[in-house]
T-cell receptor, first 112, second 114 residues
Framework: GQQLNQSPQSMFIQEGEDVSMNCTSSSIFNTWLWYKQDPGEGPVLLIALYKAGELTSNGRLTAQFGITRKDSFLNISASIPSDVGIYFCAPRANFGNEKLTFGTGTRLTIIP | NAGVTQTPKFQVLKTGQSMTLQCAQDMNHNSMYWYRQDPGMGLRLIYYSASEGTTDKGEVPNGYNVSRLNKREFSLRLESAAPSQTSVYFC?????????????FGQGTRLTVV
């Protein structure tokens, strides 16, 4: 079966610092999704990537779909307190495969 | 627009009891999912349904059954609850591949089995 590795597992940073996290897999995907989960809530989509090599920004967030289609990274610039939460990658396979699995998550904590 | 609605939000069960977690979506999505979330384990897929009338096992299906009652509703049943099933359960739905594939999540059900 596919192996999906997300790192780091947790991050402790100061406000204003940049953040970087990534997911790698042994399988090829045609979509990479990045979600954020706030405490007590369900995950919410941040960025969707649909093409290998694609680099997409959403405000302070930047994500890239790896050229090999087996990896993706998410960067957050100039972190603010509301960035606290758990970030998940969720790749999707080829058309017709509706299975959607998630990485183990990166827990972001901002140190005051 | 309610999106994905899960009930109940909280539940405490005794070992061996049964219960059904309900999920409904009003976005006309074909695909629906059930996940459990445990500390350090992320979201693990229990079962999913690509369309009405079909269900498939995910990563951790043992101890669970599902029913895709119609396009809107996808229920998760625990026939004989065990302490290992203490978790937060999330239902999600999405459009089919090739369209906007974003998955929308419910608020979660926090289940404790004692």
């Amino acid at each position: 079966g596919q192996q999906l590795n997300q790192s780091p597992q947790s991050m402790f940073i100061q406000e204003g610092e940049d953040v970087s996290m990534n997911c790698t897999s042994s399988s090829i995907f045609n979509t990479w999704l990045w979600y954020k989960q706030d405490p007590g809530e369900g995950p919410v989509l941040l960025i969707a990537l649909y093409k290998a090599g694609e680099l997409t920004s959403n405000g302070r967030l930047t994500a890239q779909f790896g050229i090999t289609r087996k990896d993706s990274f998410l960067n957050i610039s100039a972190s603010i307190p509301s960035d606290v939460g758990i970030y998940f990658c969720a790749p999707r396979a080829n058309f017709g495969n509706e299975k959607l699995t998630f990485g183990t998550g990166t827990r972001l904590t901002i140190i005051p | 627009n309610a999106g994905v609605t899960q009930t109940p939000k909280f539940q405490v069960l005794k070992t061996g009891q049964s219960m059904t977690l309900q999920c409904a979506q009003d976005m006309n999505h074909n695909s629906m999912y059930w996940y459990r979330q445990d500390p350090g384990m992320g979201l693990r897929l229990i079962y999913y349904s690509a369309s009405e009338g079909t269900t498939d096992k995910g990563e951790v299906p043992n101890g669970y059954n599902v029913s895709r009652l119609n396009k809107r509703e996808f229920s998760l049943r625990l026939e004989s609850a065990a302490p290992s099933q203490t978790s937060v359960y999330f239902c999600a739905s999405s459009a089919r591949q090739g369209q906007n594939t974003e998955a929308f999540f419910g608020q979660g059900t926090r289940l404790t089995v004692v």
